[in-house]
């Protein structure tokens, strides 16, 4: 994996770019620090899209009266 500065992606862009397309990740370092902040991958390379609501259906509660509840209550005891 190539790491480039922000410099160097802006002046070489279409460059990285085919070499993203012929499967390269190109890692992006920013500031003086030069830290890693993003990086460029073929989009192949991407995972199925993220689950929005993943403990959706795991779990539920139910609000009883006003939602004060006891110190009990909310322990389970």
């Known amino acids: 994996m190539r790491a480039l500065t922000v410099a160097e992606v802006k002046t070489n862009f279409s460059d ?7 499967g390269e990740n190109i890692k992006i370092l920013y500031g003086k620090s030069k830290k890693p902040v993003a990086m460029i991958v073929p989009i ?21 009266g006003n939602g004060k509840i006891t110190e009990e209550e909310f322990l389970g005891l």
């Open 44 to 64: 192949d390379n991407i995972d199925s899209p993220r689950k929005i609501g993943l403990l959706d259906g795991k779990a539920a509660f139910k609000a009883k």
């Open 16 to 22: 990285i770019l085919v070499q993203v397309r012929n």
